[in-house]
Each structure stands twice: as C-alpha cells, then as structure tokens.
Nanobody, 122 residues
Framework: QVQLGESGGGLVQPGGSLTLSCVIS????????MVWFRQAPGKEREFVAAIKWDGLSTWYADSVKGRFTIAGDNAKNSVYLRMNYLKLEDTAVYYC???????????????WGKGTLVTVSS
C-alpha cells in the first residue's frame, strides 16, 4: 500500500551536522502527519520530530529542540530531518513513519521505513 525509505545516515563527529531523507510512495493511504523516531541499542524507540503533511505544524522532542529541524517537500513526496550540534547520545537507528491520523506516538503510526543508522563518534 505505502512504502517509506530513509537515507542519509552515516558517521559524524560530535557537534557536526547530518540530514536524513524520507521518501514515501502513497497509493491508497491519505497522510496526515509524517514522523521521525529513533532507537539506540538497548533502548526503546522514541519520538524525535513530526510534521503535518500540509507543513503548517511541527513537533519536536525536548531532547532535540533547537538542534533538529523537520521539513517537507510535497513535490518530491519527501520529508527531511536536519540534525545540528549532534551529540553522542544521538547515535541510533532513525526511522521514518507515517499516519493518517493525529497521533505522534509509536503505536499510532500506520507505516514504517526500515531505518537508517546515525553514528556520532569522535
């Protein structure tokens, strides 16, 4: 029905920047919000940022406020996550997700990408 694909992960030094991309192919699914989650080894998956499909609203986790920026491009059917001032604790697999509803929680997502690994290390 819907497929999502993340890209842009890699190795970056503390204080550096990285931009993640998510491309979604929509067929019968009506997207309301697109969301980024992340999961570090041994930890639960956590919310990072979200954007309403019309681009008029954004949400951020407290841990990334002021450092990360989420943006969308309707023409490319894509969502981006610009990560600045990266910290060691930002190391995780980052997942793109989509929902037709109003949820910003993991359980509320309808579709998930397979993830892209971000490693912050000196």
């Amino acid at each position: 029905q819907v497929q999502l694909g993340e890209s842009g992960g890699g190795l970056v030094q503390p204080g550096g920047s990285l931009t993640l991309s998510c491309v979604i192919s929509r067929r019968t699914f009506s997207i309301n919000r697109m969301v980024w989650f992340r999961q570090a080894p041994g930890k639960e998956r956590e919310f990072v940022a979200a954007i309403k499909w019309d681009g008029l609203s954004t949400w951020y986790a407290d841990s990334v406020k002021g450092r990360f920026t989420i943006a969308g491009d309707n023409a490319k059917n894509s969502v981006y996550l610009r990560m600045n001032y990266l910290k060691l604790e930002d190391t995780a697999v980052y997942y793109c997700a989509a929902t037709s509803g109003r949820s910003l929680t993991e359980s509320g997502m309808d579709y998930w990408g397979k993830g892209t690994l971000v490693t912050v290390s000196s």
